[in-house]
T-cell receptor, first 109, second 117 residues
Framework: KQEVTQIPAALSVPEGENLVLNCSFT??????LQWFRQDPGKGLTSLLL?????REQTSGRLNASLDKSSGRSTLYIAASQPGDSATYLC????????FGTGTSLTVIP | GAVVSQHPSRVICKSGTSVKIECRSL??????MFWYRQFPKQSLMLMAT?????????EQGVEKDKFLINHASLTLSTLTVTSAHPEDSSFYIC?????????????FGPGTRLTVL
């Protein structure tokens, strides 16, 4: 069974810092690796999707990379802002979704 | 941890028929559940927020008369795809929201793959 782990569980940084969130998975036979943002009381917002044949995806200040062979993905956030404060989830998708436990990010003004 | 189940896990139906997908929280109560769908090679997209005892809130572009959501109990929400067409073929996933001990968490079901012929 696929297991997805995210480190750290919580992160607090001052505004303007660049940061990296980590996601690891045990089974490299995945279709996609997705990163989501979750605000309190809201559903998930998809941030980036990396297909298994791709190495990275970029959207604005976000960059996600995928290394299937090592079972790792990272989400890089540049020049963090208070509005980036949320929980970030990664999900490895095969026949179903396997979600990580999330990283709770707080960006301090 | 909390477990959310979905039934069925896979369904194949003919065009024009209706399909019901169930989402159950097995060992906890959830006043709020979310429904998502994912088309091949695309991101997971939120369809609607299902609130127990009240009408669901649909995201922009999601037809409420086509995707009927019922959340009649604290452990069950259903999504009915009415008059399904091939373009409705997708992966549907639900989640249940839990607020406890100062934390606000969602637990996800394993998903239902719908294929409309």
């Amino acid at each position: 069974k696929q297991e997805v782990t995210q480190i750290p569980a919580a992160l607090s940084v001052p505004e303007g810092e660049n940061l990296v969130l980590n996601c690891s998975f045990t089974d490299s036979a995945i279709y996609n690796l997705q990163w989501f943002r979750q605000d309190p009381g809201k559903g998930l917002t998809s941030l980036l999707l990396i297909q298994s044949s791709q190495r990275e995806q970029t959207s604005g200040r976000l960059n996600a990379s995928l290394d299937k062979s090592s079972g790792r993905s990272t989400l890089y956030i540049a020049a963090s802002q208070p509005g980036d404060s949320a929980t970030y989830l990664c999900a490895a998708t095969g026949n179903q979704f396997y979600f990580g436990t999330g990283t709770s990010l707080t960006v301090i003004p | 941890g909390a477990v959310v189940s979905q039934h069925p896990s896979r369904v194949i139906c003919k065009s024009g028929t209706s399909v019901k997908i169930e989402c159950r929280s097995l060992d906890f109560q959830a006043t709020t559940m979310f429904w998502y769908r994912q088309f091949p090679k695309q991101s997971l997209m939120l369809m609607a927020t299902s609130n127990e005892g009240s009408k669901a809130t649909y995201e922009q572009g999601v037809e409420k008369d086509k995707f009927l959501i019922n959340h009649a109990s604290l452990t069950l929400s259903t999504l009915t795809v009415t008059s399904a067409h091939p373009e409705d073929s997708s992966f549907y996933i639900c989640s249940a929201r839990v607020i406890a001990g100062g934390t606000d968490t969602q637990y996800f079901g394993p998903g239902t793959r719908l294929t409309v012929l």
